[in-house]
């Protein structure tokens, strides 16, 4: 079956080449992030000032569904996916994935999976209505009809996952370059091998209890009815069982394009390679044990609580290694402040924020009193929007002058990187005091002692959109042309007059040579 070079979309459509795949990837996942944000400013204009103004409780409740599981599985997700697919065979000196046919259904399934998600708002009965975590009987007694649509999104999305996962996998154990041991691989290539080990073991448990959903709603079952003898906490169990390394799927990948960013920026060895290695998988493995530190509140033993409680304390001392490390990197280097720098620095501090929270979201009993507070929306979206955007905005930007060949406008960069960093903090951050005040998530109204934060969070949630534009357009117009990109890039990226030193020898701009 041997095909000609194929043009337009013919080209898209059948192509195996992994730099095509990680392209579609990430233009995918650009839709999504925006088509996610919409939503979020929906739910932001709404929550402007107290009352109803905008939108019925019934569509707001469905926003705040679509807007978590888009984000989630249709915007980070694909994004590190499609820079594994660009990145990780050129950072081991591998031609191609090791099944590329695979990695062509594994993108194109995406598309449709989505499309059934969204069609879900023009349905009977609207979108599904639970929040993206679609507890049960919620969710199987009380759901509007589209819920069955919904769950064969979720079985579509979870198949390209596990397909992608097994390509990575079979990629760096089978692919590498002679001479590349597991212990010379970039970082960004460790945290993507650890991170497709969780994705298959993660990914069946999501599809178990969606189908388990679908009996209940179908067949008759009483897997999460207590009125058949079933259990509605179960529900959660195997929900959060998958939910919470689910969250680190989502991170894992940032720390290694932040471990590729700060040696180069520092022009500096990343500080403790090894521990970094560790610390990922020790992360990766504690992930698995933790996920009921989202149950405090249904009732468990205390001996329940207090190894949860432990467990996920625990988990907060390999990622303070890495952000140690980090530091260590940047210290006494010869630091410049490109665009993926800033980013970088800024994934570091607010993702440290995020952390800390979680640390108080770890005790059980405080717990009690933030659970289901706007506390835990300002913990998570700590974590994740510096987490996961920010680090997949600066890989973009660290890796585009490699891609296309052009760089991209490093004022326009700075100008995204500032309104990103000013509307997610303003966003954010007053929900920390709402939420300990005692404001419930996921209502569409709230009590007047709320509207100064709620008012300061909506407007930092459209300066934050406006940013993601400038970044559009940055994108777009790289693409299309400019000035010309060196291998050098980073040593000299605005063509100043003076020069710094070269980077360190782990520095992954340039790819491994692929020895015959």
């Known amino acids: 079956m041997a095909h000609g070079p194929q043009t337009g979309l013919k080209r898209w459509l059948y192509t195996t080449n992994h730099k095509d795949i990680g392209t579609l990837y990430l233009w995918f996942s650009f839709a ?4 996610g944000g919409c939503m979020a400013l929906i739910i932001r204009a709404e929550l402007f000032e107290p009352g109803l103004q905008i939108v019925q409780p019934e569509f707001f409740n469905q926003m705040t569904t679509m807007h978590g599981l888009i984000m989630v599985f249709g915007a980070v997700m694909p994004a590190f996916v499609g820079l594994a697919n660009w990145m990780v065979p050129m950072m081991i000196g591998a031609p191609d994935m090791a099944l590329p046919r695979m990695n062509n259904w594994s993108f194109w399934i995406l598309p ?3 499309a059934m998600l969204a069609s879900t708002l023009f349905m009977e009965g609207g979108a599904p209505n639970f929040g993206w975590t679609f507890y ?57 091998l650890i991170t ?10 999501l599809a178990g209890v969606v189908t388990m959903m679908l009996m209940d709603i179908h067949f008759g079952t009483s897997f999460f009815s207590a009125a058949g003898g079933g259990d509605p906490v179960l529900f959660q169990h195997v929900f959060w069982f998958f939910g919470h390394p689910e969250v680190y799927i989502m991170i894992l990948p940032a720390f290694g394009i932040i471990s590729a960013i700060i040696p180069t920026f520092t022009r500096k060895p990343l500080f403790g390679y090894s521990s970094m290695v560790y610390a990922t998988a020790a992360i990766a493995f504690l992930s698995m044990i933790v996920w009921a530190h989202h149950m405090f509140t249904v009732g468990m033993p205390i001996a329940g609580e207090l190894f ?20 260590s990197t940047m210290f006494r280097g010869s630091m410049t402040f490109e665009t993926p720098m800033l980013f970088a620095i800024a994934f570091i501090i ?58 991209y406008n490093e004022t326009m960069g700075k100008v995204h990187f500032w309104l990103a960093f000013i509307g997610l903090n303003l966003t954010f951050f007053p929900m920390h005091f709402v939420g300990l005040a005692g404001m419930p998530r996921r209502i569409p109204d709230y009590a007047l002692q709320f509207a100064d934060f709620n008012q300061m969070a909506s407007m930092g949630a459209f300066l934050f959109g406006a940013a993601q534009v400038v970044f559009l357009f940055n994108v777009v117009r790289t693409v299309m042309g400019g000035k010309k990109a060196t291998d050098k890039v980073w040593d000299n990226p605005e063509g100043l007059e003076w020069t710094v030193p070269s980077p360190a020898p782990y520095h992954t701009f340039s790819t491994p040579p692929v020895i015959r």
């Open 196 to 205: 497709a080990y969780l994705l298959i073991a993660v990914m069946p448990v």
């Open 350 to 407: 607010l993702f440290a924020i995020g952390g800390f929270s979680g640390l108080m979201l770890a005790i059980a009993p405080a717990d009690f009193q933030y659970h289901d507070t706007y506390f835990v929306v300002a913990h998570f979206h700590y974590v994740l929007v510096p987490g996961a955007i920010f680090s997949i905005t600066a890989g973009v930007y660290y890796w585009l002058p490699k891609w296309t060949g052009n760089m």
């Open 112 to 114: 449709f999976g989505f």
């Open 32 to 35: 999504m992030f925006f088509l």
């Open 136 to 192: 049960a009987p919620l969710s199987t007694e009380y759901a509007p009809p589209s819920v069955t649509f919904f769950i064969f999104s979720i079985h579509i999305l979870g198949a390209s996952s596990i397909m992608g996962a097994i390509n990575i996998i079979a990629t760096i154990l089978n692919m590498r370059a002679p001479g590349m041991t597991l212990m010379k691989m970039p970082l960004f290539v460790w945290t993507w």
């Open 308 to 327: 949860f409680m432990y467990a996920t304390m625990l988990i907060s001392v390999p990622t303070g290694v890495k952000i140690f490390n980090w530091v």
